[in-house]
């Protein structure tokens, strides 16, 4: 054969092997990633852990199954908790260091962990609590999720949530719009998951699936209760119980389902929590009821029991499996960049600076160790945040509380003995963390996230008062406040911003537009039962006056009898501005307004 011929033959083969070799990569699907996150469950609320009352099989047998971060570490109550997760950068840092009051709101500038699927191809979905802002720009399909089903505000039955939610056949918002659907809340969050994942299994997909409970009001199914009954312990304790034992039956069921999709060992499973113990570790009359795994502190502390979490994760297809422990210090922030490694995906250009590490090497068993320096979580839960205020650096198995307090957990995981004078030089050091990481994320605490009115994305556009810039006090930040009237959110403002010069009319209401109430109606209540909580009656307000404040432009007027709401129009000039509402009653007091609906009406 002629040496030009063989040759010209053996580089056609190569290149035919190199295209099929193309295609086939091509066909490699990247993994799904599910996240499963509960509210209020602790460390110590699962039976894995050492808890002998709680009932959670499908749980225990994940944990037995899959790879562990022992030492893992959140904030200590939601929203903060939730901010890091999805955007791998401290809470502080991106203006979410509360749970109301207008900085429970995720900024406009940050991308989330959501973005970053998207951007990379993916299909993203989440279902149940978001928590990181109601209004535009901030809700979950503003911030990179194409699908949506959630309830709003912090909680069903929050301010922000629908009228008269109650966990039993809800009105929640399916891509922004107020959808009724049967059954309990937890059910629904994964019943509509399961769904989502039937219809996307082909694809590669980003399912968060963030469940409210077992955060309070305590309500759940009664056979959820009925298993806890006859228990010594408190009632709430009961149905706080029996809220986790139906999370557990719904993970079962979502881990079958990936099974019989034939898509388990390609999909990247989490589960987690996003703080502290609320109702699992709790003393009463003097007597100690529950399990907080040896931790001090529960939800809202600096100490070990309010932050450190479980957090359980499986990739088959990778070996991250087998029951196995990483014991290396670890945090919600190195979620997304350990995501982005594994997923194989890249960073949006322009994205912020993510505080997380990559913890891919770990979970694959090439590392014991990243060599963190140290990790910082404090619970704010103020207007502007406070230095040292209720805070904890982190450094291997070291613990300095609020600055003063020095703890080894090696030697001391209760926290009992502090031993800071032994160890000036250590504590010094460990002050020196926590003094570089303030002076890195308070340099936009002055900036408060903002509500953009006007805008095509959400118009009309609805605020409550659960996001009035005021001291947390005064805020009604459920519907329980909201009926009993008892907390006056007069003198606190919002952070908005016109997107478009023009007319506007501007609607002030004491009770939801979706309840169609007028304002100083009063309406019933419902007792409690075995397995729910009690409904407060709603008291008439006789307001008799209603005004708004937009920067300078400020207007007042009567209510009229049997309105529904008071209504304003005027003309405003885009830009950033306050704006404060208010009602008066029939004896002078004035009161915060509880809803505001913002309507731009020119083109």
Request: glycine letters at 8%.
């Amino acid at each position: 054969m002629n040496k030009k011929i063989a040759l010209l033959i053996i580089l056609a083969g190569i290149t035919i092997s190199c295209t099929s070799q193309s295609k086939t990569s091509q066909k490699v699907k990247r993994p799904n990633v599910i996240v499963v996150i509960t509210d209020d469950q602790g460390y110590g609320d699962i039976a894995a852990h050492g808890n002998t009352l709680v009932k959670t099989p499908a749980l225990d047998k994940f944990h037995d199954e899959s790879v562990r971060l022992t030492d893992f570490h959140v904030g200590p109550t939601c929203a903060p908790s939730r901010s890091g997760l999805m955007t791998g950068r401290y809470a502080n840092r991106v203006g979410v260091w509360h749970t109301i009051g207008g900085v429970s709101i995720l900024r406009k500038e940050e991308a989330t962990m959501a973005d970053v699927f998207k951007e990379n191809g993916y299909e993203t979905a989440m279902f149940g609590k978001w928590h990181l802002g109601d209004t535009y720009p901030s809700r979950p399909q503003d911030k990179g999720f194409k699908y949506t089903v959630s309830h709003g505000g912090g909680g069903v039955g929050q301010t922000p949530d629908y009228w008269n939610n109650d966990y039993f056949d809800d009105t929640y918002l399916k891509n922004g719009v107020p959808t009724k659907y049967k059954g309990y809340c937890t059910d629904v969050w994964f019943d509509e998951a399961i769904k989502y994942i039937e219809e996307k299994k082909d694809e590669p997909f980003f399912a968060y699936i963030s469940t409210n409970a077992p955060h309070l009001p305590y309500n759940v199914p009664e056979e959820y209760y009925n298993q806890y009954k006859d228990l010594d312990i408190p009632e709430f304790q009961k149905i706080f119980y029996g809220m986790i034992t139906n999370v557990d039956e719904n993970f079962a069921k979502l881990q079958k389902k990936l099974k019989d999709l034939k898509i388990a060992d390609n999909t990247i499973v989490i589960f987690m929590t996003d703080n502290g113990t609320a109702s699992g570790y709790k003393k009463i009359g003097g007597k100690q009821y529950g399990f907080n795994a040896g931790m001090k502190g529960t939800k809202n502390s600096e100490y070990e029991g309010g932050h450190r979490v479980p957090f359980f994760i499986s990739y088959p297809e990778k070996n991250i499996k087998g029951g196995k422990d990483v014991t290396d210090l670890t945090a919600h922030l190195d979620i997304l960049p350990t995501l982005v490694t594994l997923c194989d995906l890249e960073l949006p250009e322009g994205k912020r600076k993510i505080d997380g590490s990559d913890i891919s090497s770990l979970l694959l068993g090439d590392k014991e160790t990243i060599g963190r320096e140290y990790l910082i979580t404090d619970s704010q839960r103020v207007q502007s945040p406070i230095k040292w205020r209720k805070s904890t650096v982190m450094s291997n198995k070291m613990r300095l509380v609020n600055g003063t307090e020095l703890y080894d957990l090696s030697k001391d995981p209760g926290q009992i003995n502090n031993i800071a004078n032994q160890f000036p030089k250590k504590v010094e050091k460990m002050r020196g963390y926590y003094n570089e990481w303030w002076s890195s994320v308070s340099t936009e605490f002055n900036i408060f996230p903002v509500v953009i009115l006007g805008s095509d994305n959400q118009n009309p556009i609805e605020l409550t008062c659960h996001d009035t810039h005021i001291h947390d006090s005064k805020i009604p930040w459920n519907q329980d406040y909201i009926r009993e009237a008892k907390k006056n959110p007069i003198g606190g403002e919002f952070t908005v911003e016109f997107e478009k010069t023009g007319k506007y009319q501007i609607e002030i209401s004491r009770w939801p537009f979706e309840s169609g109430l007028a304002i100083n109606d009063a309406v019933k209540g419902r007792p409690e039962t075995i397995s729910t909580e009690e409904i407060s009656e709603g008291r008439s307000m006789n307001f008799t006056k209603g005004g708004i404040k937009i920067g300078a432009w400020e207007q007042e007027k009567q209510v009229i009898k049997d309105a529904k709401a008071i209504v304003f129009e005027g003309n405003f000039s885009k830009g950033k501005t306050n704006m404060s509402t208010w009602f008066k009653n029939n004896k002078n007091v004035d009161w915060g307004a509880f809803y505001i609906r913002v309507t731009r009406l020119s083109k």
